[in-house]
């Protein structure tokens, strides 16, 4: 027992089959099976000789492989051990882009590929790197990557491909640099504090900054011309600690990674000392309490109710200098000013017994009023002039009708009581400003309210309010209000917390255009309270507010010009705060500028059409479209500006002519007229008549190709092509975008604004290169669908693809900078998308003919001959029905040709399907089948590759039925099952014509069988002899069982039978009889099939007296009955043949 393959110590690749093979014998019995180990682990086993094993997938390393044999008594012989390695061979990785030393301007978009290779496996991944950090990576060739953002600097790039063992390799180090000739300063922004009072402590100073074209590398505070300290990162904040009482210009100013700095807008603040803050809430009373709590008093509380009973130990006086009755009566209160009662008047701490929520209330009988105070001391550190006063009116009772005016007139004093001053906007009042309580129960809360006092509250001195309810009209029953929740501030301060407030639209990023509208939202929130309303701000200017979250504002008709905009929120303790600004700039109207580049349609489906133009300025591009010139009501915007426009109209209706215009919002650029139109495709599977104008080769832009052009627009007249095939070489040389203006957009400029075009890659496109990338310029000018928006198998890129007109597939290939292989992506793709088609026709094009001896030779030439010998064979497998290519500037066309893959000495006669002219006047129309398997029925090659030049050559191509050294074009017209093409020379003359037809059954062998009937009954529909063949022993050949419906596959049951029209069994022919009043009706009866003209068939009826002389019958044969395939028939017998009685009946099938 030993392992005899490998050899021990040999070595392989990664991602090849090692295959093992072993030695086993047995003396006294067989060996059972050999079993294989690598390492313990076992592979696999082979149960007779020679033992192999193919070994896939084993990882890079050493490996120790061993055999066990295991002979019919069960016992077991282990191999000696031999090793092996698994070599992985790294990756091979080059930077393709950027070029070496190459200079971009910040921020810069730095395009990155690479070619890298894996020998022995796959390349994963590849990752790019700057200055030793990783930027990004691509996992496909050709591993393209966009490192955007890109800011000043020198920057070593390396790629790294990795394998898919694991091994790796770094490419060569390419050096690029980013400068910034053209630096944007940064902008800066205090956001906090942004401007008024401050109180003295500890600030956090806080600012946006940002820089369009880098970064920004620093941001520093200042107060005046001091430095107060930086910060390197966002957010922006620096704590300024301990600052002192009095007044501070603040300052910004950032600094960006080129050096630029910009200094903010400065922001004044006042920072003043902490102000006083009084509260009462009134329940520390509990629900027995005997007094007011400090600093309060009432008058004429002397009696309770059962809440409680407690005496005012400071009476304000009833009557006199200071009363309850004088202080209404001076302030103008809608009462009498009776004097109050002594006795009768009630002052309550609460109106329920168990309620935790105190209040201090009151309830004036009669024409009584009743007064509450409250003394306050100022015990901050400076005078006070104005002050902030918030409190809530509860109401218990609610009168049978509203005849008193409810609430408390406030007043104050800064004398102690000699001199009262009314808070006429806290007034009782039914309707207006001030405090309206309204004649139910409840609550009403009168927002804190800042007022100027009438002299300064100075330090140490006493200030005390006074709120007095005034019952003028008697009432029944009482009515008792409470004071509750009372706050006093210094105006300005802030009770409790500050809300906070941001602005969440706009951004600064955002555009506008005069006339703008811009709409302002903020979110606002109060962690102890609610937000009674946000404001919203131009600079100083107020522009609006709102009251309910969420909280937003429309700006509307905004002039241009820049706008700096904030929000300030109010909470219910009458603390505001104010968001950080937002700078928005509102754009003039720009208007569209000018057309660089007229518009055409490109990715024609039934249902949608895309539109292209270019303007002089970056604008955001409009489509409006209708179904006539003055209609245009239909609008498709894109989303952002730019300057080469590319917008696709959705929704459309099939085979619909459409006019259009295309610009901005602002203006129109071009159309609204009757030369912008374009009507949509039919729908797929459709039959209309279809005409294609195709161009090969045609970018000169000399008269050369305006002739060619000029000779079609003459000869098709007002008949515009339904679509336009370029077959590359569309813009020589280089098909730089200069280049495709000038050759293609300034010569068919006309067509394109109504009929698109469509085209494949020619080496001049890519200025000879062969890498498969989507960089060269053919693809900015060119929208191809690649995701099967057109019809077709989606293939994922506009390198080749597939769309559909009618019931014609088009097919474009990449001859160029695909891969040609048989076993290549494209290849791939275009065998699953000639399988899944069902149109009529098929019709194929690409740069690179497969068949030329014009001025390209494809006998020597790479591309062309990879094309006929890789991808022939699958074009004509799936049923193409024309090719056509460019390339070599003739016109050059074949016979109806298939098989025909080797250089042009191998052509036989039997690779031509038809070797006529093609023509309806001469030999004949190249006929298809209709039905059927279309696989190797035979194409068409043509090169149509003068539309711009011709350039000679040997024209002796034996493929080709015809070779022509002269400029032109050709044209396709599809109609139905008929295909004309037209070679149209510069003159105007048509130097060839030829036809193809699609008619019939596909019948392979020619045997009269269909190769739809063979398939399905297990035939040979490549050989002709089993036409006359009796498959099952029958009797009857399976042509005779095709013609007359009978299983070709088992013996027949015999006549055939029909009931009620349907055929209830297929069979053979038999014979009516039907009496009738003049006698009995004979008639021969048979199936035929119902298809027989398509299939090929033709079926006579023929009649004998002795079954030696037959005569064909004349007479229309009555279709009784049919099942879909088969029909069957009826022919009346005739009464006498030559004087005598016809008795015998036959039916002879002929194939066509």
């Known amino acids: 027992m030993a392992i005899t393959a490998p050899a021990d110590g040999a070595g392989v690749g990664l991602n090849t089959t090692i295959n093992i093979t072993a030695g086993a014998v047995d003396t006294d019995g067989t060996v059972t099976k050999v079993e294989f180990f690598d390492a313990g682990t076992k592979l696999g086993e082979d149960t007779s000789a020679p033992y192999t094993f193919a070994w896939n997938g084993a990882t890079s390393g050493n490996h120790a492989l061993s055999a066990v044999a295991t002979d019919n008594a069960g016992r077991s012989t282990l191999s000696s051990l031999i090793t092996i390695s698994v070599n992985n061979t790294p990756p091979t990785v080059a930077l393709t882009e950027p070029d070496p030393g190459e200079i971009f301007d910040a921020l810069a978009s730095i395009y990155m590929t690479a070619d890298a290779s894996d020998s022995d496996g796959t390349v994963a991944k590849v990752e790019y790197y700057a200055n030793g950090t990783k930027v990004g990576e691509a996992t496909s060739a050709p591993y393209a990557f966009f490192w955007n953002n890109v800011v000043t600097g020198n920057y070593n790039l390396t790629a790294k491909a990795i394998d898919d063992g694991g091994a790796f390799t770094v490419s060569a180090v390419l050096s690029v640099s980013v400068t910034n000739t053209d630096n944007v300063a940064p902008t800066a922004a205090i956001t906090s504090p942004t401007g008024g009072v401050v109180y003295a402590g500890n600030i956090t100073l806080t600012a946006d900054a940002t820089d369009t074209d880098g970064t920004v590398s620093k941001l520093e505070f200042f107060n005046g011309a001091t430095k107060l300290g930086e910060t390197t990162t966002a957010p922006y904040s620096l704590l300024w600690s301990s600052v002192a009482v009095g007044s501070y210009t603040l300052t910004a100013k950032s600094t960006d990674n080129d050096g630029a700095v910009t200094t903010s807008a400065a922001v004044s603040i006042n920072v003043q000392a902490a102000p006083l803050t009084f509260s009462e809430n009134f329940d520390s009373m509990g629900t027995s309490g005997t007094s007011p709590p400090s600093g309060w008093s009432m008058k004429n509380a002397n009696s309770g109710t059962t809440n409680a009973t407690w005496t005012d130990s ?238 937003s504002y429309a700006w509307t008709s905004v002039a241009s010009g820049s706008y700096s905009l904030t929000a300030r929120a109010t909470d219910n303790d009458g603390n505001t705060t104010i968001s950080s600004a937002v700078t928005v700039t509102v754009n003039s109207a720009p208007g569209s500028g000018t057309l660089t580049r007229a518009a055409y349609l490109q990715q024609a489906g039934p249902n949608t059409m895309t539109m292209r133009w270019r303007s002089s300025q970056s604008i955001v591009g409009r489509v409006k479209y209708g179904a006539s010139v003055t209609t245009l009501t239909n609008t498709v915007d894109e989303s952002a500006a730019v300057t080469d426009h590319e917008v696709t109209l959705t929704g459309l209706s099939p085979n619909t002519t459409y006019f259009y215009s295309v610009g901005s919002a602002y203006d129109t650029l071009a159309g609204g007229d009757t030369a912008h139109t374009f009507t949509t495709p039919p729908v797929a599977g459709s039959t209309p008549n279809t005409r294609i104008w195709v161009l090969g080769d045609a970018g000169t832009g000399t008269s050369s190709q305006t002739s060619v052009r000029d000779a079609f627009y003459t000869w098709t007249g007002s008949r515009d092509p339904n679509l336009v095939l370029e077959l590359g070489d569309n813009a020589y040389n280089s098909g730089l975008d200069s280049e495709f203006q000038t050759k293609v957009f300034d010569i068919y400029g006309s067509l394109m604004k109504r009929v698109p075009f469509w085209s494949c890659l020619g080496n001049h496109e890519t200025n000879q290169a062969t890498s498969y990338v989507d960089t060269y310029p053919y693809f900015s000018v060119y929208t191809l669908p690649k995701n099967g928006e057109c019809g077709g198998v989606p293939s994922g890129t506009e390198h080749y693809n597939s769309f559909d007109y009618g019931n014609v597939h088009f097919i474009n290939l990449d001859s160029m900078t695909a891969s040609r292989a048989a076993n290549g992506a494209m290849a791939t793709w275009l065998t699953n998308d000639l399988a899944s088609t069902t149109r009529t026709w098929i019709i194929c094009f690409f740069h690179h003919p497969p068949y030329t001896k014009g001025s390209h030779n494809s006998d020597t030439e790479t591309e062309l001959m990879e094309m006929r010998a890789n991808i022939l064979p699958i074009l004509e497998n799936g049923g193409v029905d024309l090719v056509l290519s460019g390339h070599s500037h003739c016109y050059e066309r074949s016979y109806l040709l298939d098989g025909h893959y080797g250089l042009s000495t191998t052509l036989t006669a039997a690779m031509k399907k038809n070797a006529g002219d093609g023509r309806t006047t001469g030999t004949g129309a190249y006929i298809k089948p209709l039905t059927g398997p279309r696989d190797h029925f035979g194409s068409v090659y043509a090169v149509t590759g003068s539309a711009g030049q011709t350039s000679g050559g040997s024209l002796n191509h034996p493929a080709h039925y015809i070779s022509l050294s002269n400029l032109g074009s050709m044209v396709l017209d599809v109609n139905g099952n008929r295909l004309d093409a037209t070679f149209l020379r510069e003159t105007g003359a048509t130097n060839d014509t030829f036809t193809l037809i699609k008619q019939g059954a596909a019948d392979s062998d020619g045997d009269g069988l269909t190769d739809e009937y063979e398939i399905a009954n297990g035939l040979n529909r490549k050989s002709s002899s089993d036409a006359n063949l009796d498959s099952d022993s029958d009797g009857i050949s399976n042509l005779v069982e095709f013609a007359f419906g009978t299983n070709p596959r088992s013996s027949d049951p015999g006549k055939l039978a029909v009931s009620g029209g349907a055929i209830t069994q297929r069979g053979q022919p038999d014979i009516s009889i039907t009496p009738t009043d003049a006698g009995v009706d004979f008639r021969a009866a048979f199936c035929r099939r119902k298809d027989q003209s398509t299939a090929g068939l033709t079926y006579t009826v023929q009649f004998s007296t002795d079954l030696t002389t037959w005569q064909s019958s004349s007479v229309t044969p009555t279709v009784i009955a049919d099942d879909g395939t088969y029909e069957v028939v009826t022919v009346k017998y005739p009464f006498f043949i030559n004087g005598q009685k016809a008795r015998f009946f036959r039916v002879s099938i002929t194939p066509n």
């Open 314 to 551: 400071i009476p304000i006086p009833g009557t006199g200098t200071n009363s309850v009755a004088a202080m209404v009566a001076a302030a103008g209160a809608l009462t009498a000013n009776n004097a109050p009662s002594a006795t009768n008047n009630n002052g309550y701490n609460a109106q329920g017994a168990s309620s935790s929520d105190r209040v201090l209330a009151t309830s004036p009988t009669s024409v009584a009023g009743v007064a509450l105070q409250w003394q306050v001391t100022n015990t901050g550190s400076a005078t006070v002039t104005a002050v902030r006063i918030g409190y809530d009116t509860r109401r218990y009772t609610a009168a049978t009708a509203a005849n008193e005016l409810p609430g408390y007139w406030l007043f104050y004093s800064l004398d102690n009581g000699t001199t009262w001053t009314n808070v006429t906007a806290l007034n009782p009042t039914l309707t207006g400003t001030g405090v309206q309580v309204p004649n139910t129960t409840g609550v009403t809360t009168v927002a804190p309210t800042d007022f100027t006092l009438s002299s300064g509250w100075s330090v140490g001195s006493t200030l005390l309010l006074r709120w007095v309810d005034d019952n003028a009209v008697a009432t029944s029953p009482d009515q008792i209000v409470g004071l509750d929740n009372v706050t006093l501030t210094a105006a300005g301060a802030q009770i409790g917390a500050a809300p906070t407030v941001a602005i969440t639209a706009p951004s600064a990023s955002d555009a506008f255009t005069a006339p703008a509208t811009v709409n302002i939202t903020a979110s606002a929130s109060d962690s102890d309270g609610t937000i009674t309303k946000v404001e919203f701000y131009n600079g100083a200017t107020k522009l609006g507010e709102s009251t309910t979250a969420p909280f």
